[in-house]
């Protein structure tokens, strides 16, 4: 069966062509479909400093840039978060790829506000192709391993959140700083193109009718069957506050670190940018099971964010360090119990749409709260504002813990 074919939602041939891959092969391709596109989405980070003094840009402007990414995201995911399951897993992931090629050479070659918002739109356009189908594909390819399929899903998403701040800090010291990172990205992202078009691919779950094949692709009201709503919320919840507190790390922060450490170093500010993504990848390869899991990581997430403006105050590196990586291992316990808990009540032929549609929820908690840090940064100062920020987003994870905790408590059996 062919990609084209797969596009124009055509039953599969019996005579099969292609790359009969493993099980193993199949569930990297899945993996590194999703994770080299939010390295691509997130090689941006460290260069916002840049950017902001060569394109004489305001906070206000560098947080609409990211929001930008987050919106064209949230949107995509709200359209066409459906869509695998109707082309196709593998067809999905491959036009994510060839957008994600597209939104990366455009940033990388902007030289107005306009045209950087362009190239996030289209990088955050490519994920959300990719989110649902890659979640559903590994959820599919591990029938009797649901846990894993969902630690998978969050390693290699908070893995290429983490990664991408690091590569991007290390690449902008090649010639070129703010187009290096996405040149070296963009040939390792189209080799990916290779393998997803020779696959033989798994047939679609939902074959439209024939009559009306495009009416299987339109927007889809967002609707959650009554045994996995409860779920459905409190992971909508924690990944709204959680990605809240990770969208500050992708944007303003990178300045507001480089103020606390007193360095211009990007690949030392990639790198702490990235700390907390990367402790929430590492946190999946860790049992933490139980009724208090997830109070127990909010708890650790709120009291870790106001630990990261306690040490801009007093100038401490390793409060920073220390706050951000357990920032990053409390929420990676939190979101990845409460994902994993939503994944198993919904039914598989409606997984893509509704971890799509929780993915909606949690990526606005990366626009619509960082908007307003950037706002409120150009209204107070930036350090002000990140003060601000935090003392919220850890209040606010520490009401969820209460709340988690009382209905554990509620729970627990006699």
Known sequence: MTVFSELRMRPATAAATGWDASTTARLVMAGAGIFMLLVGANLATPLYPLLQASLGLSSLEVTGAFASYVLALVATLLLAGHWSDHIGRRAALLVAVLTGLAGGWIFSEAQTLAALCAGRALQGTAVALATGASAAALRELLPSRPEWASRFTLLASSGGVAAGPVIGGLLSLLPGATTAPYYVHSVLLAALLVPLYLI???????????????????????????????????????????????????????????????????????????????????????????????PAGLAVLGVSVMLLGAAGTWHSPLLL??????????????????????????????????????????????????LGLGWAGGMFGVPAAVQGFVLVCGSAALALSAVTMAGAARRRPA
Not at 222 to 250: D, H, I
Not at 276 to 285: I, K, T, Y
Request: overall charge positive; aromatic content about 8%.
């Open 321 to 370: 360090i220390a706050a951000a990586a357990a920032a990053g291992l409390g929420q990676g316990v939190a979101f990845r119990t409460v994902f994993n808990d939503v994944a198993a009540k919904v039914e598989p032929a409606r997984h893509a749409q509704i971890i799509s549609t929780v993915y909606v929820i949690t990526y606005l908690g990366s626009a619509v709260p960082v």
């Open 200 to 294: 033989r691919a798994r047939p679609a779950i939902m074959l439209p009718a024939p009559s009306r094949p495009l009416y299987a692709l339109a927007p889809r009201r967002p609707s959650v069957s009554r045994q996995a709503r409860g779920a459905f919320w409190l992971a909508s919840g924690v990944g709204f506050l959680s990605f809240a507190v990770f969208g500050f790390c992708l944007s303003l922060a990178p300045g507001y670190f480089a103020q606390v450490l007193d360095t211009q170093s990007r690949p030392l500010v990639g790198m702490l940018a990235g700390l907390p993504l990367g402790a929430s990848a590492l946190s999946q390869l860790v049992s933490v099971r139980g009724r208090h899991a997830v």
